[in-house]
């Protein structure tokens, strides 16, 4: 196992948001962190990334993986062009480095916008140059917090399969962070679903499902309903029983 | 093409100027105002050029620019190193913020008396009060750039493995930079005041000498060559720190930056 995440919880302040966390990803999986806003997801995934060191728990990361994270914002960094902040992760020989980049920006397909500046992209190419920039330092465990949330529809489904086309060349592990059922659906291998108060592991869902998927596939459409079932259950009456079932099985 | 003439903004804004120095001009000549009060244009722009002819102005105007620049450099450099160090450090800002606040509420003329008991009428004094003027502006400014830089682009630095000295360097100074060269600018307004100060406090030479000479020989209109002066060294000083401000924040994305 790649990443394996144990008795994971943490708490703001008083609050306890999550508990008893287990979940592990094997090498070049890809798991998504599915939830409503506020369960946490996300705090798992930074504390994934170390830029959160305030868990209850243990966390264990194969020695010597790279982990590259992507934002829900692109964060470029406003005073560099889109060359200097894809090779900003980068150390050594400059030219090479710019050379490499060039190779990851020709990827996304930001090859021709390598001289502009932040301010000159829309959203969808800010997201690109941001993938990039983290794919570039060639990271072992992508981690991505809800990477394509603020995008169009469109634009979105263009960075999903531009995530899959990279992941299918580099076979990285790759862990999800998203509230979007069918985007969870269709990129990942592994669906788990974060849920109570506080969250806790409701659902651990294997996607077996070849690739390339079907967006509407009637499959999916089972999984998706199942799921939602689950979420819907949280707001009307809670079904404690049914979670601590769904769990134990998971 | 007269309705393009109508609205050019320099042409706009120099209308009321031109007007008033020609009223001014006028008026002087046909004795309303009293020369030894306000004399006409004419006659300053020759008192002007009598000093340049001798050569004096040159000189007056080269060491004012001089301790101003020296005061500048001295109190801008202390600015970023404390500036920095405070506004990185927690600890620092417990120590040193609260005795620098306490120092701000100081009106720094307020120092002049003591300046000149330490130090005498010299160079020195005059260079102390200079820098203490521009310090606290371009210290307040890089203090409140770097506290205010986005806590998301620190967190993409660290993701990157970066901490101290290469996180200052990398992403901390390059996001404050706005805030910085504001504060250069609001410095160097300062420090000409300082410079005013300065001079009027007892000096041999330089601009606010002239002021004092003028005052003291009862030739306002060396006074008013010498306030001229002022006014076009600090706007042509400013106006090379605007450029340098606009060269290196063109990237930033505000209605300023693209007007």
Not at chain 2, 36 to 63: E, F, M, R
Not at chain 2, 166 to 188: D, K, N, Y
Not at chain 2, 236 to 241: F, H, N, R, S
Request: with cysteine; proline share 4%; charged share 20%.
């Amino acid at each position: 196992m790649t990443v394996r995440v144990q008795s994971f919880g943490r708490r703001f302040g008083e609050k306890q948001v999550l508990q008893g966390v287990d979940f592990s990803v094997g090498q070049g999986e890809i798991v998504s962190l599915l939830g409503t806003s506020g369960c946490g997801k996300s705090t798992v995934l930074r504390a994934l990334a170390g830029l959160d060191k305030d868990y209850e728990g243990s966390i264990t990361i194969e020695p010597g993986q790279r982990i590259g994270f992507i934002f829900q914002e692109p964060r470029l960094l406003p005073w560099k062009t889109v060359l200097a902040n894809t090779t900003f992760g980068l150390k050594g020989d400059k030219q090479a480095n710019e050379e490499k980049a060039r190779r990851y920006l020709e990827l996304v397909g930001l090859r021709e916008a390598e001289k502009l500046y932040p301010r000159e992209l829309s959203g969808g190419m800010a997201q690109r140059a941001a993938i990039a920039r983290a794919l570039v330092t060639e990271p072992d465990i992508l981690l991505l917090d809800e990477p394509f949330s603020a995008l169009d529809a469109f634009t979105k489904m263009q960075l999903q399969e531009l995530l899959l086309k990279i992941w299918e060349e580099i076979r990285t592990t790759i862990v999800l962070v998203t509230h979007d059922i069918d985007e969870a659906l269709y990129l990942s291998d592994r669906v788990l679903l974060l849920q109570g108060r506080p969250s806790t592991l409701a659902r651990d869902l294997k996607i077996a499902l070849s690739r390339p998927r079907s967006r509407g596939s009637a499959s999916l459409g089972k999984w998706k309903q199942d799921l939602l079932d689950l979420l819907e259950g949280k707001d009307t009456a809670y079904d404690y029983s049914l979670v601590a079932e769904v769990g134990q099985k998971a | 093409m007269w309705k393009k003439l109508r609205t050019h903004p320099v042409l706009l804004g120099s209308l009321l100027p031109i007007l008033l120095v020609a009223a001014w001009e006028i008026m002087s000549r046909a004795g309303i105002i009293p020369a030894y009060q306000l004399p006409a244009p004419s006659a300053i722009l020759s008192t002007v050029l009598a000093y340049v002819q001798d050569g004096s102005l040159q000189n007056h105007i080269l060491l004012t620019i001089y301790r101003l620049l020296v005061g500048f450099v001295i109190g801008t450099v202390a600015a970023i190193l404390l500036g920095t160090l405070v506004g990185y450090s927690e600890l620092a800002e417990k120590i040193f913020d609260p005795l620098m606040q306490a120092f701000r509420s100081i009106p720094s003329l307020a120092w002049v008396p003591l300046f000149i008991l330490w130090m005498g009428i010299g160079e020195t004094s005059k260079v102390t009060l200079i820098a203490v003027g521009v310090f606290f502006p371009v210290y307040l400014n890089i203090v409140d750039g770097i506290r205010g830089v986005d806590r998301k682009l620190i967190e993409v630095g660290r993701m990157y493995g970066l901490d101290g000295v290469a996180l200052v360097r990398r992403i901390i100074l390059p996001a404050s930079l706005p805030s910085f060269l504001t504060g250069l600018r609001s410095g160097l307004g300062l420090g000409w005041m300082f410079v005013v100060a300065a001079e009027i406090m007892g000096a041999s030479q330089g601009l606010g000498y002239l002021l004092i000479l003028g005052q003291n020989t009862y030739a306002p209109d060396v006074i008013i060559a010498s306030i001229f002066l002022f006014a076009l060294l600090g706007k042509l000083t400013d106006w090379v720190l605007k450029l340098i401000q606009k060269r290196s924040l063109h990237w930033q994305d505000t209605a300023l930056a693209k007007r």
